[in-house]
């Protein structure tokens, strides 16, 4: 099929370049393994594991099977005051891989559902507390939630804000990127201090005002930040401190992208709420999750009133639908079936070495990296700061890799089956493709 450059207009396509990809479509036919093929039938190797979600691969045969399988069993259930054996089943087996703690859940449709479903659970908490003044959410610089209503303010990528006004009350600290953890690998030695910001935020509204302190453990879309040594045991002491709720975003983190099942695990701080998405499902069907503690599930069950009704004034169409728990409950058991986090921890040093052999590349101002992602910041042209990477993106796509684009750099983030060959062909085609800048 060829489409026009009119059929192509009537899809207004998130976070894409509309005017420039409708002059030069990039359309994926199929895709297998580690690797897509396009409309052309090229082959072209998936550095970035789909967008963060792919990490078990593209076409798992046993995915496809439990969602055709229930499709044709149980298409639909009603989530409002009705349910279906599987999203319990899916709860509790993401209950079973949470840090302790960490024991109940609440399904979504997506990692910006997510977000917001998790902010406002934040501030539902706190008033049946008997402290409704405690509604100020704390983001961080850099950091992305999504792009729903709250997720946005709560974010600190000011090209994703600029557009749309205030949002939720919302303060944030300082990003972690420092000149002194330049090309640092893995965890940076500098920067724990950073969380002290939050006490002085504190100072400003004071605790009672603050409802919680939501960072991502690793931040993904900003470029791969990795928490320095100390930043998120910080972070939790003065959460603790100062009795605010601690809110992970692991929708890129989640599910063994650091070598571990969540970052939580892997920086060894849990939080009060932690946010997933994406890995969840293998990428296959939309699927989001809030995990709680008891603490914050009981005192939504201990204020709400007759048992007859609703706790929790929220909740979407899809919450829980059948098909996407069937794919979630078949991805999990790939992930472990397959012991694809050990695979990830088997290439995350062989992963990091390659990266790094792009110091002193062309444009390269900063490589960091943590498990199978990294980000490289790349110099800009005098005025343009997104143009390198985009022209860097459409380079190595040329040579038959996908990798991502964003800001001042692009990220990498190879599916856990990935192994050494495609490694060093990746980072292979991207240093090729910054020495043919001018």
């Not at 303060?171 to 002194?180: F, R």
């Not at 879309?221 to 401190?241: F, H, M, Q, S, W």
């Not at 070495?353 to 900063?366: I, M, Q, R, T, W």
């Not at 910041?377 to 343009?384: A, D, K, R, V, W």
């Amino acid at each position: 099929m060829t489409l026009s450059r009119k059929q192509l207009e009537a899809h207004w396509m998130p976070f894409t370049g509309n005017r420039q990809f409708k002059d030069n479509p990039r359309l994926m036919a199929s895709a297998k393994g580690a690797y897509y093929t396009d409309v052309q039938g090229r082959q072209i190797f998936d550095g970035l594991s789909g967008l963060w979600t792919c990490g078990a691969g593209h076409g798992r045969e046993e995915i496809a099977a439990a969602v055709s399988a229930q499709i044709s069993t149980l298409d639909y259930s009603p989530g409002f005051q009705y349910g279906h054996e599987l999203s319990f089943e899916l709860a509790n087996k993401v209950v079973e891989l949470m840090p302790s703690g960490l024991d109940h859940v609440f399904f979504t449709d997506s990692g910006s559902e997510t977000v917001d479903t998790a902010l406002k659970m934040a501030r539902g908490y706190w008033r049946g507390k008997g402290l409704p003044g405690k509604s100020k959410f704390i983001g961080r610089m850099k950091g992305y939630h999504g792009v729903n209503y709250g997720g946005v303010g709560v974010g600190g990528i000011g090209f994703n804000r600029k557009l749309f006004g205030q949002s939720v009350d919302a303060d944030h600290i300082s990003d972690t990127l420092l000149e002194e953890n330049k090309f640092s690998r893995g965890m940076p030695p500098v920067g724990a201090h950073l969380a002290d910001e939050l006490e002085q935020i504190v100072l400003l509204h004071d605790a009672s005002n603050i409802a919680a302190v939501i960072v991502e453990p690793m931040a993904g879309t900003a470029g791969v930040l990795p928490p320095p040594v100390g930043y998120l045991n910080r972070l939790r002491e003065i959460c603790d401190k100062h009795n605010l709720l601690l809110i992970f975003d692991e929708v890129i983190t989640g599910f063994g992208r650091m070598g571990s099942l969540t970052g939580a695990e892997e920086f060894g701080v849990t939080p009060d709420i932690m946010i997933l998405a994406k890995q969840i499902t293998n990428g296959t069907i939309p699927l989001g999750a809030v995990v709680m503690g008891a603490e914050i599930y009981d005192t939504y069950m201990e204020n709400g009133g007759p048992d007859y009704m609703v706790e929790f004034p929220h909740g979407y169409t899809y919450s829980a639908h059948p098909v996407a728990c069937a794919a979630g409950i078949a991805a999990l058991d790939i992930l472990q079936n397959d012991q694809l986090i050990a695979n990830v921890r088997k290439m995350a040093p062989v992963f990091e070495d390659a990266v790094h052999s792009l110091k002193g590349s062309p444009f390269v101002e900063d490589i960091r990296n943590y498990g199978l992602a990294a980000g490289i910041s790349l110099e800009p042209y005098p005025g343009e700061p997104l143009r390198r990477p985009f022209e860097l993106g459409l380079k190595c796509l040329q040579k038959g890799f996908y990798v991502r684009w964003g800001g001042d750099n692009i990220q990498l983030a190879p599916p856990f089956i990935v192994n050494e060959q495609q490694i060093s062909d990746l980072i292979k085609a991207v240093g090729e493709s910054l020495h043919e800048f001018d």
